[in-house]
């Protein structure tokens, strides 16, 4: 008879919420703090930022799930046209019985799980704007002391209606309306948005910089999703993987992801499995991360990451300089591009290096192409 096949914990889609997230705690715990607090706490108003592969997604999915469970009615969107719209029809399937009525809007016997029921009618008249809407169905929901966390991913810096959201939401904040903004981004498109003026009230906000995890958050996190699932993982096979995932979450789930199927029928997973399971996350990684992540950067980012490439480790900005053949305050532009969009990171004493696992290698196998 076939053995029953033990199903994977571990979760290398983007926003799936891991079993264990490493390294985020005091992310967390800030934010649900925020939410026990209510208005007026700073941390409502918040954005993540971080590279691709960085667990913006999924911290952001592990917040909303929270916020739920402490009151409040969570809507999330992406920044797509059409946001503004799908935050309202959002807000009326969350509330469950929301329905339209010719002329105008009703929402009547609002259901909302252990927490209230909201009786809002609307009579017939001009529909009103987001802004009026907004504010009335915020009104009816902090009556009776419920908040809605707005969660938005993949901002972008030239999208006209989160501009406009977050122009407003100034005003929810200045009226101590109970709502919070929770937004996830790219380095680059977060400073490109924080540009406009019309959303100098959010350059003040919570920014919080999501990049590597320590190694002994890694390896506490992946040991304990082996554990707490049933197997158990040998301690050389932990730090060979621990080591291949370089601090970065995504990898680590596409590791442990891999390394578990290869032994799915075995109570154990050994540094046979772990091997295999790291060349088939690195494949991964590469088409999955690296690829766009490489077709988004500068001719002049790619030269700069090119001259990095001859370092085994760490580069000096000065020998970077030197290979383009660029004085050094012309190299520190693209050191200064390439780290707000964390493909590289500061390594102390004037010193950088790719952040994300397997860049080196792979722009050494790109620079033909370049």
């Not at 053949?325 to 012309?330: A, H």
Request: glycine share 10%; charged share 30%.
């Amino acid at each position: 008879m076939m053995q029953d096949r033990p199903r994977n914990p571990f979760t290398p889609s983007f926003g799936q919420i891991p079993l264990h997230m490493a390294g985020r705690e005091m992310v967390i715990d800030e934010l649900l703090r925020a939410f026990d607090n209510g208005g007026g706490d700073p941390n409502l108003s918040t954005i993540l930022i971080g590279a691709r592969g960085t667990g913006k997604t999924a911290l952001m999915s592990l917040l909303a799930h929270e916020a739920q469970g402490r009151g409040w009615l969570s809507v999330n969107v992406s920044a797509l046209p059409g946001m503004l719209n799908d935050i309202v029809q959002q807000v009326r399937h969350v509330s469950r019985d929301a329905v339209d009525k010719p002329g105008g809007m009703r929402l009547k016997g609002v259901g909302i799980p252990q927490v209230l029921d909201i009786e809002w009618e609307r009579e017939p008249q001009e529909l009103p704007n987001w802004r009026t809407l907004m504010s009335e169905i915020l009104e009816e929901l902090n009556e009776r002391d419920t908040g809605l966390l707005i969660t938005i991913d993949e901002v972008r810096g030239d999208f006209d209606e989160l501009i406009q959201l977050i122009a407003i939401h100034q005003h929810f904040v200045r009226e101590e309306r109970k709502v919070a903004l929770l937004m996830a981004g790219l380095p680059g498109e977060v400073s490109s948005l924080l540009q406009d003026k019309s959303v100098s009230f959010f350059r003040r906000a919570c920014q919080r910089h999501l990049g590597r995890i320590d190694d002994f958050e890694i390896e506490r996190a992946l040991r304990r999703t082996v554990e707490d699932s049933g197997k158990e993982i040998e301690s050389v096979a932990l730090k060979r993987a621990v080591d291949a995932i370089g601090g970065f979450p995504f990898m680590m789930q596409l590791v442990g992801y891999r390394s578990w199927e290869e032994g799915a029928l075995r109570k154990s997973i050994g540094v046979a499995e772990v091997e295999y399971g790291i060349q088939a996350a690195q494949h991964d990684m590469r088409a999955r991360v690296l690829n766009a992540t490489l077709d988004e950067l500068s001719d002049g980012d790619v030269r700069f990451i090119a001259a990095m490439v001859e370092d085994e480790g760490a580069s000096r900005l000065a020998d970077i300089a030197q290979r383009m053949g660029v004085s050094g305050n012309y190299a520190a532009q693209y050191r200064r591009r390439l780290i707000e969009n964390g493909v590289i990171g500061p390594r102390g004493r004037g010193k950088i290096d790719f952040e994300l696992p397997g860049m080196r290698n792979y722009v050494r196998e790109q620079l033909v192409d370049f």
